[in-house]
């Protein structure tokens, strides 16, 4: 007897199964190139979207122009600036990058508008207040919102980075609107308990925790472990007899 033809039982467990990772336009490009440099670390597929705010905040940022027709190579280069702005300071590779697929902003037709679309859920970082407000309300009005719109309705895992500062009446309302949605509000905070002596140990630290939200593993940030003066301590030095 033949199974039924949505019988999930028999679908390929090997199947790709992405974390999408969407950047609106808010300052925090390095946020963004710390998540993804985590996820490809862990070993994760990815599916990009950047949308077009974002972009000129990254040729604000970085100095990078981010072509849809040579994303792959922008990307790399991206990956590869420090926090600082200074170039080449990972290192990226074309075959780090196997795994990422890239979807135009304007492409609404594109693989993750669809709910059955495999997906592991989403991460937006950063998340402007535009981005919030568009996804709060269910506007999609392009493929990061509508993406975002479909993990809240498919109850995918969805974390927002949001990145302003201060945040008015109506933005708050949107925030608690997305995590009365099952969403993840996550402000890009950095913390100093982790011992950050460099802007990138900043960047690192949220970016570890939009990863944590997402259950990924990650050895972005050195983890609170309940001992005062953990964050001065340098690594490896040998404990206070």
């Known amino acids: 007897m033949e199974p039924p033809r949505n019988d999930t039982s028999q679908q390929d467990p090997g199947r790709r199964r992405p974390w999408v990772v969407g950047i609106s336009g808010a300052s925090g490009t390095p946020y963004a190139a710390s998540v993804l440099r985590g996820l490809l670390a862990a070993g994760e597929a990815v599916d990009l979207i950047v949308s077009r705010a974002s972009r000129l905040t990254l040729l604000d940022e970085t100095g990078i122009a981010f072509r849809d027709a040579h994303w792959r190579t922008d990307l790399r280069e991206w990956l590869a600036r420090g926090a600082d702005g200074k170039p080449s300071t990972f290192p990226v590779t074309d075959e780090d990058l196997a795994d990422v697929r890239y979807w135009a902003a304007g492409d609404l037709a ?41 993990m809240l309705k498919e109850r995918r895992r969805l974390v927002v980075a949001v990145r302003e500062t201060p945040l008015n009446g109506p933005t708050l309302k949107h925030l608690v609107t997305l995590d009365e949605a099952g969403a993840v509000v996550l402000p890009a905070s950095p913390a100093f308990y982790a011992g950050a002596t460099h802007i990138q140990d900043l960047v690192d ?26 964050g001065s301590k340098e690594e490896g030095a040998p404990e206070a007899p």
């Open 110 to 150: 594109a693989g993750p508008s669809s709910g059955s679309y495999p997906v592991k859920g989403m991460l937006i970082v950063p998340a402007s207040t535009a981005c919030v407000a568009g996804v709060a309300l269910g506007l999609s009005k392009d493929l990061l919102q509508r993406v975002a719109s479909v």
């Open 205 to 230: 630290f949220v970016a570890g925790r939009a990863l944590d939200a997402a259950e990924v593993p990650h050895g972005l940030y050195r983890r609170w472990e309940g001992e005062l003066g953990g």
